[in-house]
């Protein structure tokens, strides 16, 4: 059973930074590519950044490119989200989310950006 817990989401405003992290237990984490998703109220979840196994591609949502760096530690079972410059339209539920044959999903971490 793979267990993600994700952490750092908070209030900022608007033009601030945060940085969002996945502990996930299990010994496969190097194995498979991990991804960032968000929800706002009333809209679909949607992919935000998404990196290889290895780390070494990286994939994001047009409307943070520029602005969003995911990266990921193998030793530590983790991947983070470092968001810059937020907007009030990052104001989501954001989650962590293992890729695989079977999907694993974290509880998810609020961010609010306000004006």
């Known amino acids: 059973q793979v267990q993600l817990v994700e952490s750092g989401g908070g209030l900022v405003q608007a033009g601030g930074s945060l940085r969002l992290s996945c502990a996930a237990s299990?010994?496969?984490?190097?194995?498979?590519?991990m991804a960032w998703f968000r929800q706002a109220p009333g809209k679909e979840r949607e992919l935000v950044a998404r990196i290889s196994n290895t780390g070494g591609s990286t994939n994001y949502a047009d409307s943070v490119k520029g602005r969003f760096t995911i990266s990921r530690d193998n030793a530590k079972n983790t991947v983070s989200l470092q968001m810059n410059s937020l907007k009030p339209e990052d104001t989501a539920v954001y989650y962590c989310?293992?890729?695989?044959?079977?999907?694993?999903w974290g509880q998810g971490t609020q961010v609010t950006v306000s004006p």
């Open positions: 299990g010994r496969t984490f190097s194995s498979y590519a």
């Open positions: 989310k293992r890729d695989g044959p079977y999907a694993y």
